[in-house]
């Protein structure tokens, strides 16, 4: 097993404007990604009432999970949408509902020159992503389900390749951002998405 290695990085954390995003998420959304260039957000990751969608960003917008296989992906509009992550190596967006059923936001970015760092170190965590059988579908989205329960979801890239229980190369990067204690031990303070990737034989060995 490999140990964790902690990485040198500057990051800080500051609040977001959400003026517009209950009327428009897609299009808010979409926005941010495209004007925001230098935080690298490209995939999408939200959790609704109904169930799970993805996206991704490519030149004419952002691209839902929703749009390209609706029966199994749900739309993603404010009424039942619970978190909503925008993200890529440099940095993540994430909105979620705060205890009074306001909307709240806050961006971890390692593009902040001149900035005061609120961490200084991290690591990245690999979480292998649901699915065992794949359907390639449009826009290099693929469909995939795992066991009899048919548990399902419309990922954001084109899956290809054996795909089984023992073979599972879809892979969801967490960076996780430690501190040290009053007492010197480094501790986890916040964590955020870093990518979505195909695990390669190089990258498991």
Same mark, same amino acid.
């Given at each position: 097993?490999?140990? *964790?290695?902690?990485?040198?990085?500057?990051?800080?954390?500051?609040?977001?404007?959400?003026?517009? %995003? $209950?009327?428009?998420?897609?299009?808010?959304?979409?926005?941010?990604?495209?004007?925001?260039?230098?935080?690298?957000?490209?995939?999408?990751?939200?959790?609704a009432d109904d169930?799970?969608?993805?996206?991704?960003?490519?030149?004419?917008?952002?691209?839902?999970?929703?749009?390209?296989?609706?029966?199994?992906?749900?739309?993603?509009? $404010?009424?039942?949408?619970?978190?909503? *992550?925008? %993200?890529?190596?440099?940095?993540?967006?994430?909105?979620?509902?705060?205890?009074?059923? $306001?909307?709240?936001?806050?961006?971890?970015?390692?593009?902040?020159?001149?900035?005061?760092?609120?961490?200084?170190?991290? %690591?990245?965590?690999?979480?292998?992503?649901?699915?065992?059988?794949?359907?390639?579908?449009?826009?290099d989205f693929t469909?995939?389900?795992?066991?009899?329960?048919?548990?399902?979801?419309?990922?954001?890239?084109?899956?290809?390749?054996?795909?089984?229980?023992?073979? *599972?190369?879809?892979?969801?990067?967490?960076?996780?951002?430690?501190k040290a204690d009053?007492?010197? %031990?480094?501790?986890?303070?916040?964590?955020?998405?870093?990518?979505?990737?195909?695990?390669?034989?190089?990258?498991?060995?």
């Open positions: 097993m490999k140990m *964790r290695q902690l990485i040198k990085t500057i990051a800080v954390s500051e609040e977001v404007d959400l003026a517009g %995003f $209950a009327d428009d998420p897609i299009g808010w959304l979409s926005r941010q990604m495209q004007t925001m260039p230098a935080h690298d957000q490209t995939y999408l990751l939200a959790h169930g799970v969608i993805w996206g991704r960003l490519d030149q004419e917008g952002l691209i839902t999970s929703h749009e390209v296989a609706p029966e199994y992906s749900p739309p993603l509009c $404010a009424g039942t949408l619970q978190t909503v *992550r925008i %993200f890529g190596p440099i940095s993540e967006l994430l909105i979620w509902r705060d205890e009074v059923d $306001a909307w709240a936001g806050r961006l971890i970015s390692e593009n902040a020159p001149g900035a005061l760092p609120e961490w200084t170190q991290a %690591f990245n965590e690999e979480q292998i992503v649901l699915g065992t059988k794949t359907e390639p579908l449009a826009q469909l995939m389900s795992e066991g009899t329960q048919g548990l399902v979801h419309v990922v954001p890239l084109l899956v290809t390749g054996k795909v089984n229980e023992e073979h *599972r190369p879809l892979r969801l990067v967490v960076r996780h951002y430690v009053d007492y010197g %031990f480094l501790q986890v303070n916040a964590s955020r998405l870093y990518c979505l990737r195909l695990q390669t034989k190089e990258s498991n060995s």
